[in-house]
């Protein structure tokens, strides 16, 4: 299933046609770098997102807007990696939610990215 979800990302990475992006704060990201990556866990297990990042050139964070097309959020877990972190560490330890993570999806969950996720709303 990993390999499914890595071949739908790739396949919408490789379609990512240039656009015009302006961001909410009103700026327009006109310079475009091609394929950047980031790593994303998920409850498949890790992944690589190669995407294009549009920069203004000014002081302000570039947009990626395969990001928002595949719902990814802005860390390094996926919505479904969150809310389980969140919902094992109430019941439990941290340690215990960490533990849980790798047994049951094979991704390594760092103590201070699983406080983190259970600090940000679902």
Request: hydrophobic letters at 35%; charged letters at 25%; aromatic letters at 8%.
């Amino acid at each position: 299933m990993r390999k499914l979800v890595q071949a739908y990302v790739d396949l919408q990475a490789f379609m990512e046609k240039p656009a015009e992006v302006i961001g909410a704060d009103g700026v327009a990201r006109k310079y475009r770098r091609n394929r950047e990556t980031r790593n994303i866990g998920t409850i498949f297990g890790e992944g690589v997102v190669g995407q294009s990042r549009y920069e203004s050139g000014q002081q302000v964070a570039g947009l990626c807007p395969l990001d928002g097309e595949l719902n990814l959020p802005a860390g390094k877990y996926s919505h479904s990696v969150a809310k389980r972190v969140s919902g094992w560490a109430t019941m439990g330890a941290f340690d215990d939610a960490i533990e849980t993570i790798e047994q049951t999806f094979g991704i390594t969950v760092p103590k201070p990215d699983a406080e983190t996720q259970n600090a940000r709303p679902t």
